[in-house]
């Protein structure tokens, strides 16, 4: 069956450094992943999709990789500020179907 | 800006109730979701709907129903509410199958059945 894996220890990083957060899949060939972002007590946001024919894709101090052949797509934000302190969900995705599935999320803690 | 609205933020009901939780969008997105959310479990689905009056069973469906009567509205029903639904609900709704299908949720319900 389908699974997604984030790593579920959350992950501190002093402010200013580069966070990586990773999103493993197997069994699974999605076309594209999409990556959410979750505050306490709130709905996810979405931040980005990345298509499989797409190695990375950037939005201001975001970037996406995508890797079709690791099954892995990983997740950075750099210059990162405590303001980035949140759960990072990843959703790999196929057009046609509707639904999504989403991995269990990465607790970020940006430290300042 | 996307609106999803979800009927209350918090509830308490007790064991056996019939319980609903409502969700309304306003940009007339053809597909809505319901999502349970549970520590270490992420978000799991529950019933997704395409279309008024259509349905499709997510991953975890039982001990729930869901209703559509008009688009910008999907309930989500619990016939008789047990302590293993205490959860948080998340509503989302998204564009029609030719998108990506980008999600917009709301806030939440957080339900607690005693």
Redesign the interface.
């Known amino acids: 069956s389908q699974k997604i894996e984030q790593n579920s220890e959350a992950l501190n990083i002093q402010e200013g450094k580069t966070a990586t957060l990773t999103c493993n899949y197997t069994n699974y060939s999605p076309a594209y992943l999409q990556w959410y972002r979750q505050d306490p007590g709130r709905g996810p946001v979405f931040l980005l999709l990345i298509r499989e024919n797409e190695k990375e894709k950037r939005k201001e101090r975001l970037k996406v990789t995508f890797d079709t052949t690791l099954k892995q797509s990983l997740f950075h934000i750099t210059a990162s500020q405590p303001a980035d302190s949140a759960t990072y969900l990843c959703a790999p995705g196929d057009t046609g179907r509707r639904a999504l599935t989403f991995g269990s999320g990465t607790r970020l803690q940006v430290q300042p | 800006d996307v609106k999803?609205t979800q009927s209350s933020r918090y509830l308490v009901k007790r064991t056996g109730e019939k319980v609903f939780l409502e969700c309304v969008q306003d940009m007339d997105h053809?597909?809505m979701?319901w999502?349970r959310q549970d520590p270490?479990?992420?978000?799991r689905?529950i019933y997704?709907s395409?279309d008024v009056k259509m349905k499709?069973k997510?991953d975890i469906p039982e001990g729930y129903s869901v209703s559509r009567e008009k688009k910008e509205r999907f309930s989500l029903i619990l016939e008789s509410a047990s302590t293993n639904q205490t959860s948080m609900y998340?509503c989302?709704s998204?564009p029609d199958?030719d998108s990506?299908?980008?999600?917009?949720?709301?806030?939440?319900t957080?339900l607690t059945v005693l």
Do not use: D, I, K, T
């Open positions: 999803v053809e597909n979701f999502y270490g479990l992420g978000l689905l997704f395409y499709e997510g998340l989302a998204s199958r990506y299908n980008e999600q917009f949720f709301g806030p939440g957080r």
